[in-house]
């Protein structure tokens, strides 16, 4: 969360003439309630079932750029969806994670101390972000321009 996939997604969508998905924006079309509401009623668990469904289903339907919630490739069934897929893992430092999401954040899993639960939850995911990852992308410091300007040069020396 706060490394830039939304804008970085757009902008790589723009450039690429492709469209832009995003599967916690699909879950919530799904279920006609906000990701917060789900773990609230539902738990986490219930969530990432959801997530795995709707990653599922944008690899099987969708050819443009895919943006994936922050916590979806804790689960070993998406990342074994994921295989084959070029994975992008956009890297974001605390500092920079904190000033982009903010201390007042509705998001479910910063609730209570922001900067400590950003902190662990980088510390947690990230050595798992880094082996899904075809390749990373450092964002602290850089503009979304600069970030999909690597993008774009990564993917198309990969090509």
Not at 84 to 110: I, Y
Request: proline share 3%; glycine share 12%; no cysteine.
């Amino acid at each position: 969360m706060g490394a830039g996939k939304t804008t970085v997604g757009e902008l790589l969508a723009a450039r690429w003439g492709v469209q832009v998905r995003d599967t916690d924006a699909d879950i919530v079309a799904a279920q006609g309630k906000e990701i917060s509401e789900i773990f609230v009623d539902d738990g986490e668990a219930a969530f990432r079932a959801l997530e795995r469904e709707a990653v599922a289903r944008a690899l099987a339907e969708h050819d443009g750029v895919l943006s994936l919630g922050g916590g979806a490739v804790l689960d070993p069934g998406t990342r074994d969806l994921l295989a084959g897929h070029t994975v992008v893992f956009l890297n974001v430092g605390l500092t920079d994670a904190v000033k982009r999401v903010g201390l007042g954040t509705s998001r479910p899993l910063l609730m209570g101390n922001v900067r400590g639960r950003i902190k662990a939850l980088l510390d947690e995911r990230t050595p798992v972000y880094t082996s899904v990852a075809t390749f990373t992308v450092d964002t602290d410091g850089r503009t979304p321009d600069e970030v999909a300007d690597q993008v774009a040069d990564e993917v198309a020396a990969r090509a």
